[in-house]
């Protein structure tokens, strides 16, 4: 459902001239990397039985998740910038100014990957992709100390980041709204569409990941159940937030 999701959303944003703003490209890279990573996250496990392509796989999965995680960055960034308006002057609008974004965004994670699959191939004590013989193993990175520098960090680090983005977000939306309604003489009040909207956010910026992490600490292995539904309806959720905007700009054309 999120993949076929997300696809949606993607063929849209292709589709509708009027969606490939700079915000559009946005999710159009978002949606380019989570695609694959969720995809390949499926299909891993058919891939065990053949060593080379299990690498392979996971090397890719591992790719693709850090190119999503820097893409729910820059979304999260983006959007706290509007909403404070004193700096908006610094937000990128020009198309030229995103293409340099995708640059670093799906380039960064490349040279990482890269290095990682060089360690893999010659000093594999260090950093494995793949599995070995134990029980419920699948094709992703091996080892707790690889897996915390080259995936658990840079995942927190974004995590912590659009956190602190959706909070600034949130509270200047509050304000910005709360200052609309007294201007037109309307009750203050914490309305539906605020609520909606938070719950947007959490899937757009990646904030169901946060269960994922707090699920490795020891006793809290009951974050797992809402992690993995959460993550499973994450395309679902993205597309659900975008369909006013299409259904506007539907019936426009």
């Not at 990573?37 to 796989?57: D, E, G, M, W």
């Not at 709360?178 to 947007?200: C, G, K, N, V, Y």
Request: proline share 5%.
């Amino acid at each position: 459902v999120s993949i076929l999701s997300l696809a949606v959303l993607l063929a849209f944003h292709l589709g509708i001239p009027q969606m490939r703003t700079t915000a559009g490209l946005t999710i159009i890279n978002l949606c380019s990397a989570m695609i694959p990573a969720q995809s390949l996250f499926i299909t891993a496990n058919f891939f065990l039985p053949h060593h080379l392509a299990c690498k392979l796989v996971a090397a890719l999965q591992h790719y693709f998740w850090l190119v999503s995680f820097g893409w729910m960055a820059i979304y999260a960034v983006r959007m706290a910038m509007t909403f404070l308006s004193i700096m908006t002057s610094y937000l990128p609008t020009s198309k030229r100014v995103v293409a340099r974004l995708a640059v670093l965004t799906w380039g960064i994670p490349l040279v990482m990957c890269a290095a990682c699959g060089v360690l893999d191939a010659t000093r594999d004590e260090y950093f494995t992709y793949g599995w070995d013989e134990e029980p419920g193993q699948v094709c992703w990175i091996q080892g707790q100390l690889p897996l915390i520098i080259s995936f658990i960090v840079p995942l927190a680090l974004v995590v912590v980041s659009n956190s602190i983005c959706f909070v600034i977000t949130v509270v200047q939306y509050i304000k910005t709204k709360r200052q609309s309604m007294m201007a037109h003489h309307q009750p203050d009040d914490f309305s539906w569409e605020t609520i909606i909207l938070i719950f947007q956010l959490c899937f757009i910026l990646g904030l169901c990941w946060l269960f994922g992490l707090l699920a490795n600490i020891p006793g809290l292995d009951f974050l797992w159940y809402p992690f993995i539904l959460l993550n499973s309806t994450q395309g679902l959720m993205i597309l659900i937030a975008f369909i006013p905007k299409i259904s506007r700009l539907v019936k426009v054309r």
